[in-house]
């Protein structure tokens, strides 16, 4: 339902054909001042109101004729576009200059992440992955009783899951009883999580490092859990592991499916690294923290 009014377009002269659940709305005098207006609160709260459905909320054409938009003169309208127009392509500029920012600071530390862990690893010890840590698949909750109650425990889903951080919207939570035996799938601070399904996206590798603000919450099925050994791996030190552009190249040679690209327990297990002593682990995930 929050969705619901925020997907607006204007499409100016461009010919185009929609199919179903969209609708054209032309506007005789200035079309693009109403395309401003319908990313205002007002127009949003108006639809809302009007909305229908459980599953699928939306709201019909009919429905959508009856919310009410302000005429102001014609010359306001301009001036209201001009405007607007203006700080359009002033955040646009803005946006770019910051994303082209962002990707040499990614670059920057990209490298300093892959020299700073082949300058403390060279000639050390190649371990597999599975060999040094405990790995667990969630449980198959049934989505039939999933519980939207606050005050239930979370469930970690890889839809939660972000590029080294979890998502705070849409969670699912379950209902605790008496007779259920979930402790294997109880996650702690600092456990690593990695989604198997669509493992990797546009913006990167779906996984995170748990805090005690993401706490409770238990791990759902196709959801992995990696808890380091510490008798020989850090677990801040994992942590860099898997957000490393090696595991991440591991993980794209692995994955499997074309419709819904996914990796296996064995797939993760699977990545070999060279592994320094602990206190060379520390000292890099201190560095890289």
Same mark, same amino acid.
């Given at each position: 339902?929050?969705?619901v009014g925020k997907a607006?377009?204007?499409?100016?002269?461009?010919?185009?054909v929609t199919g179903g659940h969209a609708t054209i709305i032309k506007h005789h005098e200035?079309?693009?001042f109403l395309s401003y207006w319908f990313q205002s609160a007002s127009f949003f709260a108006q639809k809302k109101a009007l909305a229908t459905g459980t599953k699928v909320i939306d709201v019909s054409a009919k429905q959508l004729a009856k919310v009410r938009v302000p005429v102001p003169p014609i010359e306001v309208q301009n001036e209201v576009v001009r405007i607007l127009d203006r700080f359009s392509d002033l955040a646009t500029d803005l946006q770019a200059n910051l994303d082209e920012e962002l990707g040499l600071r990614r670059r920057q530390y990209e490298h300093y992440r892959r020299e700073l862990l082949k300058g403390? %690893?060279?000639? %050390?010890e190649t371990v597999r992955l599975g060999d040094v840590v405990s790995l667990q698949i969630g449980f198959p909750f049934k989505s039939s009783q999933f519980s939207s109650d606050a005050?239930? %425990?979370?469930?970690?889903?890889?839809d939660n899951i972000g590029q080294g951080f979890l998502h705070d919207r849409a969670y699912k939570r379950w209902r605790r009883t008496a007779d259920e035996s979930l402790q294997p799938y109880e996650l702690q601070v600092g456990d690593v999580v990695l989604a198997m399904d669509r493992p990797w996206v546009a913006a990167g590798l779906k996984w995170a490092q748990l805090t005690d603000q993401d706490l409770p919450a238990l791990l759902v099925q196709r959801v992995a859990r990696l808890r380091a050994n510490v008798e020989v791996l850090d677990q801040n030190y994992l942590a860099c592991l898997?957000?490393?552009?090696e595991f991440t190249s591991h993980i794209l040679g692995s994955q499997n499916g074309n419709t819904?690209?996914?990796i296996s327990g064995a797939d993760i297990a699977n990545f070999v690294f060279s592994i320094p002593t602990l206190s060379e682990q520390r000292h890099i995930a201190k560095a890289l923290g």
């Open positions: 339902l929050e969705d607006v377009a204007w499409l100016g002269a461009d010919p185009i200035d079309p693009k403390r %690893t060279s000639g %050390t005050a239930d %425990t979370r469930l970690l889903r890889g898997i957000s490393s552009t819904v690209p996914h």
